[in-house]
Protein backbone atom coordinates (compact mmCIF):
# COMPACT_ATOMS: atom_id res chain seq x y z
CA UNK A 1 0.00 0.00 0.00
CA UNK A 2 1.24 3.89 -0.86
CA UNK A 3 2.30 5.25 2.10
CA UNK A 4 0.15 8.34 3.21
CA UNK A 5 1.41 11.83 3.06
CA UNK A 6 0.14 14.99 4.16
CA UNK A 7 1.48 17.27 1.15
CA UNK A 8 -0.85 20.80 1.19
CA UNK A 9 -1.09 22.58 -2.04
CA UNK A 10 -0.08 25.65 -1.03
CA UNK A 11 3.51 24.03 -0.60
CA UNK A 12 3.42 21.44 -3.24
CA UNK A 13 3.02 25.19 -5.81
CA UNK A 14 5.53 27.16 -3.70
CA UNK A 15 8.12 24.66 -4.44
CA UNK A 16 7.11 24.79 -8.13
CA UNK A 17 7.01 28.42 -7.86
CA UNK A 18 4.73 31.53 -8.18
CA UNK A 19 4.32 33.27 -11.62
CA UNK A 20 3.87 37.31 -10.51
CA UNK A 21 1.14 37.78 -12.79
CA UNK A 22 -0.59 34.72 -11.11
CA UNK A 23 -0.39 36.44 -7.45
CA UNK A 24 -1.74 39.56 -8.48
CA UNK A 25 -4.52 38.51 -10.09
CA UNK A 26 -4.93 35.71 -6.68
CA UNK A 27 -4.84 39.38 -4.58
CA UNK A 28 -7.59 40.57 -6.65
CA UNK A 29 -9.62 37.48 -6.05
CA UNK A 30 -8.91 37.11 -2.60
CA UNK A 31 -9.61 40.95 -1.47
CA UNK A 32 -12.88 40.39 -3.72
CA UNK A 33 -13.88 37.38 -2.05
CA UNK A 34 -13.10 38.93 1.82
CA UNK A 35 -15.36 41.45 1.19
CA UNK A 36 -18.17 39.01 -0.55
CA UNK A 37 -17.45 36.75 2.74
CA UNK A 38 -18.29 39.70 5.55
CA UNK A 39 -21.79 39.85 5.26
CA UNK A 40 -21.73 36.15 4.92
CA UNK A 41 -19.80 35.28 8.00
CA UNK A 42 -21.49 38.07 10.32
CA UNK A 43 -24.99 36.83 8.90
CA UNK A 44 -23.88 32.85 9.54
CA UNK A 45 -22.68 33.70 13.53
CA UNK A 46 -25.76 35.34 14.17
CA UNK A 47 -28.30 33.08 12.33
CA UNK A 48 -26.22 30.31 14.32
CA UNK A 49 -26.73 31.53 17.83
CA UNK A 50 -23.65 33.15 18.53
CA UNK A 51 -22.25 36.85 18.41
CA UNK A 52 -21.06 38.25 14.80
CA UNK A 53 -17.63 38.82 15.86
CA UNK A 54 -17.32 34.92 16.05
CA UNK A 55 -18.37 34.29 12.15
CA UNK A 56 -15.61 37.02 11.73
CA UNK A 57 -12.78 35.12 13.59
CA UNK A 58 -13.85 31.92 12.29
CA UNK A 59 -13.19 33.23 8.53
CA UNK A 60 -10.41 34.82 9.13
CA UNK A 61 -8.07 31.57 11.49
CA UNK A 62 -9.92 28.68 9.79
CA UNK A 63 -10.18 30.20 6.45
CA UNK A 64 -6.31 31.37 6.15
CA UNK A 65 -5.76 27.38 7.64
CA UNK A 66 -7.38 25.88 5.21
CA UNK A 67 -5.50 27.60 2.57
CA UNK A 68 -2.31 27.33 3.46
CA UNK A 69 -2.70 23.57 4.95
CA UNK A 70 -5.50 21.76 2.88
CA UNK A 71 -5.37 20.03 -0.39
CA UNK A 72 -7.01 22.05 -3.20
CA UNK A 73 -5.99 25.52 -5.25
CA UNK A 74 -8.72 27.55 -4.42
CA UNK A 75 -10.64 26.32 -1.44
CA UNK A 76 -12.32 29.20 0.09
CA UNK A 77 -13.25 27.99 4.18
CA UNK A 78 -14.89 29.54 6.94
CA UNK A 79 -18.40 29.57 7.87
CA UNK A 80 -21.07 28.14 6.09
CA UNK A 81 -25.15 27.91 6.21
CA UNK A 82 -24.95 23.80 6.12
CA UNK A 83 -23.87 24.62 10.19
CA UNK A 84 -26.33 26.77 10.86
CA UNK A 85 -28.60 24.00 12.07
CA UNK A 86 -26.15 21.85 14.05
CA UNK A 87 -24.30 25.12 15.56
CA UNK A 88 -27.76 26.55 16.48
CA UNK A 89 -28.68 23.27 18.48
CA UNK A 90 -25.42 23.10 20.06
CA UNK A 91 -26.36 26.47 21.43
CA UNK A 92 -29.74 25.71 22.74
CA UNK A 93 -28.47 22.71 24.56
CA UNK A 94 -24.67 23.53 25.56
CA UNK A 95 -24.35 26.97 25.64
CA UNK A 96 -21.18 28.91 24.23
CA UNK A 97 -18.62 27.21 25.69
CA UNK A 98 -19.98 23.31 24.36
CA UNK A 99 -19.93 24.79 20.99
CA UNK A 100 -16.58 26.05 21.28
CA UNK A 101 -15.70 22.16 22.56
CA UNK A 102 -17.46 20.80 20.16
CA UNK A 103 -15.71 22.46 17.43
CA UNK A 104 -12.35 21.83 18.99
CA UNK A 105 -13.20 18.14 19.30
CA UNK A 106 -14.52 17.67 15.33
CA UNK A 107 -11.37 19.07 14.53
CA UNK A 108 -9.38 16.38 15.63
CA UNK A 109 -12.22 13.67 14.03
CA UNK A 110 -11.50 15.63 10.54
CA UNK A 111 -7.70 14.70 11.15
CA UNK A 112 -8.66 10.85 11.98
CA UNK A 113 -10.88 11.24 9.01
CA UNK A 114 -8.13 12.11 6.65
CA UNK A 115 -4.88 10.13 8.06
CA UNK A 116 -7.60 7.05 8.00
CA UNK A 117 -8.09 7.96 4.43
CA UNK A 118 -11.93 8.42 4.79
CA UNK A 119 -11.49 11.42 1.96
CA UNK A 120 -11.46 8.50 -0.36
CA UNK A 121 -14.73 7.54 0.81
CA UNK A 122 -16.64 10.60 1.25
CA UNK A 123 -17.01 11.54 -1.74
CA UNK A 124 -18.86 8.87 -2.75
CA UNK A 125 -21.98 9.86 -0.60
CA UNK A 126 -24.96 9.35 -3.00
CA UNK A 127 -26.23 12.63 -5.00
CA UNK A 128 -30.20 12.44 -3.87
CA UNK A 129 -28.89 12.16 -0.42
CA UNK A 130 -26.98 15.55 -0.50
CA UNK A 131 -29.40 17.37 -2.90
CA UNK A 132 -32.30 16.05 -0.24
CA UNK A 133 -30.10 17.49 2.99
CA UNK A 134 -28.91 20.63 1.05
CA UNK A 135 -32.42 21.28 0.38
CA UNK A 136 -33.78 20.87 3.75
CA UNK A 137 -31.09 22.93 5.14
CA UNK A 138 -31.96 25.56 2.59
CA UNK A 139 -35.86 25.24 3.56
CA UNK A 140 -34.60 25.93 7.54
CA UNK A 141 -32.27 28.79 7.21
CA UNK A 142 -35.20 30.57 5.27
CA UNK A 143 -37.53 29.59 7.88
CA UNK A 144 -35.12 31.15 10.48
CA UNK A 145 -34.68 34.59 8.97
CA UNK A 146 -38.57 35.26 8.94
CA UNK A 147 -38.58 37.04 12.10
CA UNK A 148 -36.04 39.54 10.88
CA UNK A 149 -36.97 39.86 7.12
CA UNK A 150 -40.61 40.76 8.88
CA UNK A 151 -39.09 42.90 11.75
CA UNK A 152 -41.09 41.00 14.11
CA UNK A 153 -41.42 41.84 17.57
CA UNK A 154 -41.61 38.66 19.44
CA UNK A 155 -39.29 36.12 22.28
CA UNK A 156 -36.92 33.22 21.35
CA UNK A 157 -38.03 31.12 18.38
CA UNK A 158 -38.99 28.27 19.19
CA UNK A 159 -36.28 25.05 17.50
CA UNK A 160 -39.14 22.98 16.32
CA UNK A 161 -39.92 23.78 12.19
CA UNK A 162 -43.71 23.48 13.07
CA UNK A 163 -43.62 25.39 16.60
CA UNK A 164 -41.47 28.14 14.69
CA UNK A 165 -44.38 28.91 11.88
CA UNK A 166 -46.92 28.62 13.95
CA UNK A 167 -45.04 31.77 16.42
CA UNK A 168 -44.65 33.83 12.96
CA UNK A 169 -48.27 33.45 12.23
CA UNK A 170 -49.27 34.61 15.67
CA UNK A 171 -46.94 37.53 15.53
CA UNK A 172 -47.43 38.52 11.92
CA UNK A 173 -49.91 41.47 13.23
CA UNK A 174 -46.18 43.22 14.65
CA UNK A 175 -44.90 43.23 11.13
CA UNK A 176 -41.68 46.43 11.33
CA UNK A 177 -42.79 47.37 7.27
CA UNK A 178 -39.65 49.51 7.28
CA UNK A 179 -37.45 46.37 8.29
CA UNK A 180 -39.54 44.24 5.57
CA UNK A 181 -38.99 47.02 2.45
CA UNK A 182 -35.11 46.72 3.71
CA UNK A 183 -35.20 42.85 3.45
CA UNK A 184 -36.99 42.87 0.16
CA UNK A 185 -34.57 45.27 -1.41
CA UNK A 186 -31.56 43.50 -0.35
CA UNK A 187 -32.71 40.08 -2.04
CA UNK A 188 -33.80 41.79 -4.99
CA UNK A 189 -30.07 44.04 -5.35
CA UNK A 190 -28.53 40.57 -4.50
CA UNK A 191 -29.73 39.02 -7.02
CA UNK A 192 -30.27 41.52 -9.74
CA UNK A 193 -27.03 43.68 -9.66
CA UNK A 194 -24.97 41.50 -12.04
CA UNK A 195 -26.80 43.31 -14.52
CA UNK A 196 -25.29 46.28 -13.71
CA UNK A 197 -21.68 45.44 -12.63
CA UNK A 198 -20.87 41.97 -12.67
CA UNK A 199 -17.76 42.77 -10.45
CA UNK A 200 -19.41 44.21 -7.35
CA UNK A 201 -21.38 42.04 -5.11
CA UNK A 202 -25.11 42.64 -4.78
CA UNK A 203 -24.65 42.05 -1.31
CA UNK A 204 -22.17 44.62 -0.41
CA UNK A 205 -24.04 46.91 -2.40
CA UNK A 206 -26.95 46.26 -0.74
CA UNK A 207 -25.30 46.40 3.20
CA UNK A 208 -23.60 49.81 2.17
CA UNK A 209 -26.93 51.28 0.82
CA UNK A 210 -29.37 50.00 3.92
CA UNK A 211 -26.65 50.95 6.61
CA UNK A 212 -25.99 54.07 5.27
CA UNK A 213 -30.03 54.64 5.00
CA UNK A 214 -30.89 53.33 8.29
CA UNK A 215 -28.46 55.54 9.93
CA UNK A 216 -28.89 59.11 8.43
CA UNK A 217 -32.84 58.47 8.83
CA UNK A 218 -32.41 56.81 12.16
CA UNK A 219 -35.12 54.51 10.84
CA UNK A 220 -36.56 52.61 13.45
CA UNK A 221 -35.11 48.89 12.71
CA UNK A 222 -33.21 46.77 14.54
CA UNK A 223 -29.34 46.67 14.34
CA UNK A 224 -26.72 44.28 15.13
CA UNK A 225 -25.64 47.25 17.65
CA UNK A 226 -28.58 47.37 19.19
CA UNK A 227 -28.87 43.11 19.42
CA UNK A 228 -25.74 42.92 20.36
CA UNK A 229 -23.53 46.02 21.05
CA UNK A 230 -20.33 46.08 19.46
CA UNK A 231 -18.23 44.20 17.24
CA UNK A 232 -14.44 43.49 18.74
CA UNK A 233 -12.25 45.01 16.67
CA UNK A 234 -9.62 42.72 17.99
CA UNK A 235 -9.69 38.99 18.02
CA UNK A 236 -8.60 37.08 21.20
CA UNK A 237 -5.61 35.01 22.36
CA UNK A 238 -6.22 31.46 21.49
CA UNK A 239 -7.31 29.37 25.04
CA UNK A 240 -7.05 25.85 25.59
CA UNK A 241 -10.99 24.78 26.25
CA UNK A 242 -11.27 22.82 29.73
CA UNK A 243 -11.98 19.32 28.74
CA UNK A 244 -12.93 16.16 30.86
CA UNK A 245 -14.28 12.68 30.06
CA UNK A 246 -17.83 13.78 31.10
CA UNK A 247 -17.88 16.76 28.82
CA UNK A 248 -16.31 14.44 25.79
CA UNK A 249 -19.23 12.24 26.37
CA UNK A 250 -21.78 14.86 26.54
CA UNK A 251 -19.97 16.15 23.02
CA UNK A 252 -19.35 13.75 21.10
CA UNK A 253 -22.28 13.19 19.12
CA UNK A 254 -22.55 17.16 18.60
CA UNK A 255 -18.58 16.85 17.39
CA UNK A 256 -18.97 13.93 15.09
CA UNK A 257 -22.40 15.21 13.14
CA UNK A 258 -19.80 18.61 12.76
CA UNK A 259 -16.75 16.54 11.54
CA UNK A 260 -19.11 13.97 9.12
CA UNK A 261 -21.15 17.42 7.72
CA UNK A 262 -17.87 19.67 7.74
CA UNK A 263 -15.90 16.43 5.51
CA UNK A 264 -18.57 15.82 3.44
CA UNK A 265 -19.23 19.83 2.69
CA UNK A 266 -15.32 20.40 1.75
CA UNK A 267 -14.84 17.32 -0.75
CA UNK A 268 -17.67 18.69 -2.23
CA UNK A 269 -16.75 22.33 -2.53
CA UNK A 270 -13.44 20.62 -3.66
CA UNK A 271 -15.03 18.43 -6.49
CA UNK A 272 -16.96 21.53 -7.54
CA UNK A 273 -13.86 23.52 -7.64
CA UNK A 274 -12.17 20.85 -9.57
CA UNK A 275 -14.38 20.82 -12.14
CA UNK A 276 -14.16 24.54 -12.71
CA UNK A 277 -10.32 24.82 -13.02
CA UNK A 278 -9.37 21.00 -14.72
CA UNK A 279 -7.28 20.44 -11.63
CA UNK A 280 -7.57 17.39 -9.03
CA UNK A 281 -7.55 17.82 -4.92
CA UNK A 282 -5.87 15.94 -2.69
CA UNK A 283 -8.82 14.42 -0.18
CA UNK A 284 -7.05 12.91 2.58
CA UNK A 285 -5.10 16.01 3.11
CA UNK A 286 -7.95 18.49 2.53
CA UNK A 287 -9.62 16.85 5.33
CA UNK A 288 -6.07 16.92 7.76
CA UNK A 289 -6.27 20.81 6.61
CA UNK A 290 -10.16 21.10 7.43
CA UNK A 291 -9.10 19.43 10.76
CA UNK A 292 -6.66 21.83 11.64
CA UNK A 293 -8.57 24.61 10.93
CA UNK A 294 -11.47 23.43 13.22
CA UNK A 295 -8.99 23.27 15.84
CA UNK A 296 -7.82 26.78 15.76
CA UNK A 297 -11.11 28.02 15.13
CA UNK A 298 -12.01 26.18 18.43
CA UNK A 299 -8.74 27.61 20.51
CA UNK A 300 -10.22 31.25 19.26
CA UNK A 301 -14.02 30.78 20.17
CA UNK A 302 -14.87 30.07 16.86
CA UNK A 303 -17.39 28.44 15.16
CA UNK A 304 -17.18 25.12 12.79
CA UNK A 305 -15.54 25.65 9.12
CA UNK A 306 -15.74 24.17 6.27
CA UNK A 307 -15.38 24.82 2.14
CA UNK A 308 -17.65 27.13 0.90
CA UNK A 309 -18.80 26.26 -2.34
CA UNK A 310 -20.13 29.93 -3.35
CA UNK A 311 -17.11 31.89 -2.31
CA UNK A 312 -14.72 29.09 -3.91
CA UNK A 313 -16.63 30.02 -7.17
CA UNK A 314 -16.47 33.42 -6.90
CA UNK A 315 -12.78 32.82 -6.07
CA UNK A 316 -12.10 30.93 -9.46
CA UNK A 317 -14.86 33.52 -11.19
CA UNK A 318 -12.46 36.42 -10.38
CA UNK A 319 -8.99 34.46 -11.17
CA UNK A 320 -7.68 33.11 -8.12
CA UNK A 321 -5.88 30.02 -8.99
CA UNK A 322 -3.70 29.02 -5.87
CA UNK A 323 -4.29 29.59 -2.26
CA UNK A 324 -2.79 32.75 -1.70
CA UNK A 325 -6.36 34.31 -2.97
CA UNK A 326 -7.66 32.28 0.25
CA UNK A 327 -4.81 33.84 2.02
CA UNK A 328 -5.52 37.08 1.21
CA UNK A 329 -9.38 36.80 1.78
CA UNK A 330 -8.57 35.99 5.36
CA UNK A 331 -6.68 38.93 5.20
CA UNK A 332 -9.04 41.72 4.13
CA UNK A 333 -11.19 40.31 6.52
CA UNK A 334 -8.92 40.58 9.21
CA UNK A 335 -8.21 44.31 8.32
CA UNK A 336 -11.68 45.15 8.01
CA UNK A 337 -12.33 43.66 11.45
CA UNK A 338 -9.67 45.71 13.07
CA UNK A 339 -10.62 49.06 10.79
CA UNK A 340 -14.67 48.75 10.04
CA UNK A 341 -16.05 47.56 13.14
CA UNK A 342 -17.71 50.01 14.59
CA UNK A 343 -19.40 50.69 11.18
CA UNK A 344 -19.93 47.16 11.00
CA UNK A 345 -22.10 47.07 14.28
CA UNK A 346 -24.40 49.56 12.20
CA UNK A 347 -25.56 46.72 9.88
CA UNK A 348 -29.66 46.17 10.50
CA UNK A 349 -30.75 42.60 10.87
CA UNK A 350 -33.23 43.10 8.24
CA UNK A 351 -30.72 43.39 5.50
CA UNK A 352 -28.77 40.18 6.51
CA UNK A 353 -32.00 38.16 6.92
CA UNK A 354 -32.52 38.94 3.53
CA UNK A 355 -28.76 38.24 2.20
CA UNK A 356 -29.48 34.55 4.30
CA UNK A 357 -32.42 34.21 1.97
CA UNK A 358 -30.42 34.60 -0.94
CA UNK A 359 -28.17 31.87 0.53
CA UNK A 360 -31.05 29.89 1.08
CA UNK A 361 -32.20 30.29 -2.48
CA UNK A 362 -29.20 29.37 -4.05
CA UNK A 363 -28.11 26.80 -1.25
CA UNK A 364 -31.73 24.69 -1.89
CA UNK A 365 -30.60 23.51 -5.53
CA UNK A 366 -33.95 23.23 -6.87
CA UNK A 367 -33.88 22.65 -10.30
CA UNK A 368 -31.66 19.55 -9.01
CA UNK A 369 -34.22 18.63 -6.31
CA UNK A 370 -36.96 18.57 -9.06
CA UNK A 371 -35.44 16.87 -11.98
CA UNK A 372 -34.39 14.17 -9.68
CA UNK A 373 -38.52 14.07 -8.46
CA UNK A 374 -38.91 13.27 -12.38
CA UNK A 375 -36.35 10.04 -12.33
CA UNK A 376 -35.66 6.49 -10.70
CA UNK A 377 -38.19 5.79 -7.81
CA UNK A 378 -36.16 4.57 -5.09
CA UNK A 379 -33.83 7.68 -5.67
CA UNK A 380 -36.67 9.80 -4.86
CA UNK A 381 -37.40 7.93 -1.82
CA UNK A 382 -33.75 8.68 -0.72
CA UNK A 383 -34.54 12.15 -1.67
CA UNK A 384 -38.00 13.31 -0.45
CA UNK A 385 -37.04 11.02 3.18
CA UNK A 386 -33.50 13.06 3.45
CA UNK A 387 -35.49 16.14 2.77
CA UNK A 388 -38.21 15.95 5.22
CA UNK A 389 -36.35 14.55 7.53
CA UNK A 390 -33.74 17.27 7.83
CA UNK A 391 -36.74 19.26 8.13
CA UNK A 392 -38.91 18.08 10.87
CA UNK A 393 -36.52 16.01 12.35
CA UNK A 394 -32.55 16.33 12.52
CA UNK A 395 -29.75 17.04 10.32
CA UNK A 396 -27.65 14.06 10.86
CA UNK A 397 -30.53 11.87 11.72
CA UNK A 398 -31.58 12.47 8.09
CA UNK A 399 -27.95 11.43 6.44
CA UNK A 400 -27.81 8.68 8.59
CA UNK A 401 -31.12 7.16 7.36
CA UNK A 402 -30.74 8.82 4.22
CA UNK A 403 -27.40 6.32 3.86
CA UNK A 404 -28.82 3.36 5.14
CA UNK A 405 -31.60 3.66 2.63
CA UNK A 406 -29.11 4.20 -0.37
CA UNK A 407 -27.08 1.29 0.98
CA UNK A 408 -30.39 -1.18 0.67
CA UNK A 409 -31.18 0.46 -2.55
CA UNK A 410 -27.73 -0.71 -3.69
CA UNK A 411 -27.53 -3.53 -2.41
CA UNK A 412 -31.30 -4.79 -4.50
CA UNK A 413 -30.13 -3.13 -7.40
CA UNK A 414 -26.41 -5.31 -7.03
CA UNK A 415 -28.69 -8.10 -6.18
CA UNK A 416 -30.82 -7.53 -9.41
CA UNK A 417 -27.92 -7.14 -11.25
CA UNK A 418 -26.33 -10.98 -10.09
CA UNK A 419 -28.06 -13.42 -12.07
CA UNK A 420 -27.44 -17.64 -12.11
CA UNK A 421 -28.55 -18.92 -14.83
CA UNK A 422 -28.40 -22.47 -17.23
CA UNK A 423 -26.51 -20.87 -20.70
CA UNK A 424 -28.02 -24.16 -22.12
CA UNK A 425 -31.14 -23.72 -21.71
CA UNK A 426 -32.76 -22.44 -24.50
CA UNK A 427 -30.51 -24.32 -27.07
CA UNK A 428 -29.81 -28.03 -27.51
CA UNK A 429 -26.89 -28.22 -29.89
CA UNK A 430 -24.84 -25.29 -29.18
CA UNK A 431 -24.14 -22.28 -27.01
CA UNK A 432 -21.59 -19.46 -27.76
CA UNK A 433 -20.74 -17.67 -24.36
CA UNK A 434 -19.05 -14.73 -25.42
CA UNK A 435 -15.13 -15.95 -26.62
CA UNK A 436 -15.94 -19.42 -25.75
CA UNK A 437 -18.15 -22.24 -28.07
CA UNK A 438 -19.12 -24.68 -25.76
CA UNK A 439 -20.20 -28.73 -27.22
CA UNK A 440 -23.93 -29.64 -26.07
CA UNK A 441 -22.23 -31.56 -22.53
CA UNK A 442 -23.26 -34.66 -21.61
CA UNK A 443 -26.73 -35.44 -19.84
CA UNK A 444 -25.41 -36.05 -16.32
CA UNK A 445 -23.21 -32.39 -16.34
CA UNK A 446 -24.98 -29.38 -15.50
CA UNK A 447 -23.67 -25.62 -15.94
CA UNK A 448 -24.43 -22.57 -14.09
CA UNK A 449 -22.92 -19.21 -14.65
CA UNK A 450 -23.01 -16.60 -12.06
CA UNK A 451 -22.83 -13.16 -13.70
CA UNK A 452 -21.91 -10.04 -10.97
CA UNK A 453 -20.89 -10.09 -7.30
CA UNK A 454 -21.62 -12.84 -5.28
CA UNK A 455 -22.77 -10.78 -1.71
CA UNK A 456 -24.81 -11.33 0.92
CA UNK A 457 -27.39 -8.95 -1.12
CA UNK A 458 -27.49 -11.97 -3.90
CA UNK A 459 -26.13 -14.71 -2.24
CA UNK A 460 -29.82 -15.62 -0.88
CA UNK A 461 -30.69 -16.15 -4.93
CA UNK A 462 -27.83 -17.99 -5.68
CA UNK A 463 -28.42 -20.36 -2.92
CA UNK A 464 -32.37 -21.05 -4.24
CA UNK A 465 -31.69 -21.34 -7.51
CA UNK A 466 -28.57 -24.08 -7.23
CA UNK A 467 -30.92 -26.03 -4.37
CA UNK A 468 -33.69 -26.12 -6.33
CA UNK A 469 -32.36 -27.61 -9.68
CA UNK A 470 -34.70 -29.24 -11.75
CA UNK A 471 -32.65 -32.48 -12.42
CA UNK A 472 -29.90 -33.89 -9.95
CA UNK A 473 -26.97 -33.83 -11.69
CA UNK A 474 -24.03 -35.98 -11.23
CA UNK A 475 -21.33 -33.08 -11.67
CA UNK A 476 -22.18 -29.56 -11.44
CA UNK A 477 -20.41 -26.60 -13.36
CA UNK A 478 -20.45 -23.73 -11.80
CA UNK A 479 -18.93 -20.74 -13.98
CA UNK A 480 -17.76 -17.69 -12.08
CA UNK A 481 -15.75 -15.68 -14.50
CA UNK A 482 -18.15 -13.21 -14.62
CA UNK A 483 -17.66 -12.66 -10.48
CA UNK A 484 -15.70 -9.88 -9.56
CA UNK A 485 -15.69 -10.56 -5.69
CA UNK A 486 -17.06 -12.86 -3.14
CA UNK A 487 -17.92 -11.42 0.45
CA UNK A 488 -18.43 -13.71 3.35
CA UNK A 489 -22.31 -14.39 3.29
CA UNK A 490 -21.55 -15.27 -0.09
CA UNK A 491 -18.66 -18.00 0.63
CA UNK A 492 -20.85 -19.21 3.14
CA UNK A 493 -23.88 -19.82 1.06
CA UNK A 494 -21.79 -21.24 -1.71
CA UNK A 495 -20.16 -23.58 0.85
CA UNK A 496 -23.42 -24.49 2.09
CA UNK A 497 -25.26 -25.23 -1.29
CA UNK A 498 -21.74 -27.24 -1.78
CA UNK A 499 -22.32 -29.64 1.35
CA UNK A 500 -26.14 -29.85 0.10
CA UNK A 501 -25.33 -30.56 -3.32
CA UNK A 502 -22.42 -33.34 -2.44
CA UNK A 503 -24.92 -35.18 0.07
CA UNK A 504 -27.15 -35.68 -2.92
CA UNK A 505 -24.35 -37.35 -5.12
CA UNK A 506 -22.89 -34.15 -7.30
CA UNK A 507 -19.52 -33.28 -7.27
CA UNK A 508 -19.08 -29.39 -7.44
CA UNK A 509 -16.54 -28.03 -9.75
CA UNK A 510 -15.86 -23.77 -9.94
CA UNK A 511 -14.36 -22.46 -13.40
CA UNK A 512 -13.14 -18.69 -13.60
CA UNK A 513 -12.47 -17.75 -10.42
CA UNK A 514 -10.06 -14.58 -10.27
CA UNK A 515 -7.05 -14.62 -8.13
CA UNK A 516 -8.82 -12.77 -4.97
CA UNK A 517 -11.63 -14.99 -4.74
CA UNK A 518 -9.10 -18.30 -5.11
CA UNK A 519 -7.39 -17.03 -1.72
CA UNK A 520 -10.73 -16.50 -0.02
CA UNK A 521 -11.40 -20.13 -1.00
CA UNK A 522 -8.15 -21.15 -0.28
CA UNK A 523 -8.44 -19.81 3.19
CA UNK A 524 -11.69 -21.02 3.94
CA UNK A 525 -13.38 -24.51 4.26
CA UNK A 526 -14.67 -24.38 0.77
CA UNK A 527 -11.32 -24.88 -0.65
CA UNK A 528 -10.97 -29.01 0.98
CA UNK A 529 -14.78 -29.05 0.47
CA UNK A 530 -14.36 -29.25 -3.13
CA UNK A 531 -10.20 -29.82 -3.59
CA UNK A 532 -8.04 -28.10 -5.47
CA UNK A 533 -8.56 -30.22 -8.55
CA UNK A 534 -12.24 -29.01 -8.79
CA UNK A 535 -11.24 -25.58 -8.74
CA UNK A 536 -10.03 -24.58 -12.71
CA UNK A 537 -9.17 -21.53 -14.73
CA UNK A 538 -11.09 -22.22 -17.80
CA UNK A 539 -14.25 -23.60 -18.93
CA UNK A 540 -12.69 -26.19 -20.62
CA UNK A 541 -10.12 -27.32 -17.97
CA UNK A 542 -13.61 -27.97 -15.82
CA UNK A 543 -15.49 -29.85 -18.79
CA UNK A 544 -12.42 -32.36 -18.90
CA UNK A 545 -12.17 -32.45 -14.91
CA UNK A 546 -16.34 -32.69 -15.05
CA UNK A 547 -15.57 -36.21 -17.80
CA UNK A 548 -12.94 -37.36 -15.11
CA UNK A 549 -15.10 -37.55 -12.62
CA UNK A 550 -18.23 -39.05 -14.71
CA UNK A 551 -15.81 -41.72 -15.60
CA UNK A 552 -14.91 -42.49 -11.67
CA UNK A 553 -18.65 -42.85 -11.12
Not at 30 to 55: C, N, Q, R, Y
Not at 311 to 319: C, E, L, S
Not at 352 to 362: F, K, R, Y
Not at 426 to 433: F, V
Request: contains cysteine; glycine residues 8%.
Amino acid sequence: MKKFEFVPKFFTLAKEGFKREQIVKDIIAGTIVGIVALPLAIAFAIASGVSPEKGLITAIIAGFTISLLGGTRVQIGGPTGAFIVIVYGIVQEHGIQGLTIATFMAGFIIVGMGLARLGNYLKFVPYPLIVGFTSGIAIIIFSAQIKEFFGLTMGDLPADFIEKWIAYFNNFSKVNWTAFVIAISTVIISLNFYRISPKIPGSIVAILLSTLIVYYFKLPVETIETKFGAIPNSIPLPSFPRINFAIIQQLLQPAIAIAVLGGIESLLSAVVADGMIGSRHRSNTELIGQGIANIFSGLFGGIPATGAIARTATNIKNGGRTPIAGMVHAVVLLLIMLLLAPVAKLIPLSCLAGILVVVAWHMGEWQHFFSLMKGERLDVVVLLTTFFITIFFDLILAIEIGMILSSFIFMKRMSEATSVHNPFKEDDDRETLFEDEIPKLPKDILLYEINGPLFFGAAQKFQEVLTDLNQQPKVLIIRMRNVPFVDATGLHRLETTCHQLKQKGTSIIISGINEEIKKSFQKSEIGKLLGEDNIKSTISEAIEQAKKVMEKI
